[in-house]
Nanobody, 123 residues
């Protein structure tokens, strides 16, 4: 059974940083592309970042480019999202997911999802 478990969320002041982790079990992420998404209350789930198999290529939403960094440690079977210069509008539940097929920025392109971790940024 595939499981993705996010951790590292919490409450932080604007301008602060957090590092989210996504630990996978039941599959080896080294052969899979990974993504992070977020969903704020009353809004649709939106793309945040995507990373290729070896981490050599990454893609970001314009809203987080230059502030967030996606990475992976295939030996630990874990993906990460380093978030800096956080803003109140970054407040959301953050999800990691395993890519399957299609557009990397579209949620239906992912076939496994974690349960999410809450990130709250206060002003």
């Amino acid at each position: 059974q595939v499981q993705l478990v996010e951790s590292g969320g919490g409450l932080v002041q604007a301008g602060g940083s957090l590092r989210l982790s996504c630990a996978a079990s039941g599959l080896t992420i080294s052969g899979r592309r990974m993504g992070w998404f977020r969903q704020a209350p009353g809004k649709e789930r939106e793309f945040v970042a995507h990373i290729m198999w070896t981490g050599g290529s990454t893609y970001y939403a314009d809203s987080v480019k230059g502030r967030f960094t996606i990475s992976r440690d295939n030996a630990k079977n874990t993906a990460y999202l380093q978030m800096t210069s956080l803003k109140p509008e970054d407040t959301a539940v953050y999800y990691c997911a395993v890519y399957y097929s299609g557009a990397y920025y579209a949620p239906p392109s992912y076939n496994y999802w974690g349960q999410g971790t809450q990130v709250t940024v206060s002003s």
